[in-house]
Each structure stands twice: as structure tokens, then as C-alpha cells.
């Protein structure tokens, strides 16, 4: 879980962490009260731990919370478990902040060697990126690894 401390910015006071790389972020209480900041950022803890899934956060969890949410919006998710078929045994296990450029070519290459062209390898790989996307709005993540395309 990210460690989230009161800080100062531009006279209000804010949220701030850092990800897993080191990067930090702040996000606004919009406030000077020092009380109403702490109890805005209680909210605001509260909020990213109740939306985060239980146990490790690793592709494989993210990218079926992506799947059932736009299974719960009626969107269509056909093509997105056929590419999860393909991309799990890679990717499944990896925490996202694991996600590197080699992994990326990695899967590409062996892709290419078990025949797959590289439009459906694109859309396995856009299918991860939308997963990692979906993490990031859930405010799961606070940044999307590299993915590499072909």
C-alpha cells in the first residue's frame, strides 16, 4: 500500500507518495485548515484502500477486474479473454511495475515464432495496456508501465 503523507502546495494543503519507481505525486485537498486536510486525507486513504483488489496486485488481477467491469457496463469481452488466454501465462503473475521494454519484446518475439501475426499481437498487447489504464483510473496504480507494440 502506498504511503500517504500531508504535505504543503501552493498554500493548500495536499496528498503526497511515491509509486514503486520512486516517482512522487500530490494530489489536492483543496484546503489551508489543517483539520479539515486531515480529514480530507483520511477520505482520500480510505477511498484507494477500499477500491483496490484483495491480495498482491499483479496483471492477472487487474486484468480480470478490467474484464468484469466492462462486462458490468454491457460491453463486449470476447476478443479480450481470447487475448488473455495468450497473454496470461506471461504476464499473469508479473506485478505491473515488473512490466519492461525486454518483457514486452520478449512476448512479442515468441509470439511471432508460434505464428501469430503482428496485428493480433498488437491487439493482445493493446488489451494489457487497457487493463494497466483501467488500474490507473481505479487510482490502483498511479502510472501505466512501458508496453511495447509491435
Sequence with gaps: MLNIKLGRYRGKYCAIWRDERGHRFRHSLGTDDVSL???RLAAFQA??????P???LTVETIFKACMNDRAADDKPTARMKHAWKRLGPCFGPLRPADITKDTSRGYIKARRD?????GT???EM???RTALGFAVRE?????VPYIKVP
Design 121 to 123: 499481437i498488437w491487439t
Design 54 to 56: 484483495a491480495g498482491p
Design 37 to 39: 486536510a486531515k480529514t
Design 47 to 52: 477511498h484507494l484502500v477500499t477500491k483496490a
Design 126 to 128: 493493446t488489451y494489457l
Design 139 to 143: 487510482k490502483w496504480l498511479t502510472t
Design 114 to 118: 508460434q505464428g501469430a501475426s503482428d
